[in-house]
């Protein structure tokens, strides 16, 4: 029959921002579609950014803590460096010197 031939006008790209043909958006979200995939972008990258901020400040945490478990046992090393040595100088402050023998 007539029009046979070409029955459906070629497909257009695929728009998810246009709705297909007989499809009636409700009156009351004309743009649903555009705010849902905004918001799909917005919590996507909020997400991203989340993460990337847990797990910066999940590394600053070990890392801190790592510097402070070294840090101690720095200053314990020192203090158990320098208390020896503070005994040692009244022990030989105690001690009598080799010149009085």
């Known amino acids: ?3 046979r031939g070409q029955p ?10 246009v709705p297909p043909p007989g499809y009636v958006p409700r009156q ?9 995939g905004v918001l799909l972008v917005v919590l996507k990258e909020l997400k991203a950014i989340m993460k990337r901020d847990l797990n910066r400040k999940m590394v600053e945490v070990v890392a801190f803590r790592a510097f402070d478990e070294w840090w101690d046992k ?3 090393m020192a ?5 020896p040595v503070k005994s040692g ?11 009085d023998r």
């Open 89 to 99: 100088e009244h022990k030989d402050e105690d001690r009598p010197k080799p010149k």
């Open 74 to 76: 720095k200053e314990r």
């Open 28 to 36: 009351e979200d004309p743009h649903k579609a555009t705010v849902d």
């Open 8 to 17: 459906w006008p070629p497909l257009p790209k695929f728009d998810p921002s």
């Open 1 to 3: 029959g007539p029009g």
């Open 79 to 83: 203090k158990a460096s320098l208390t």
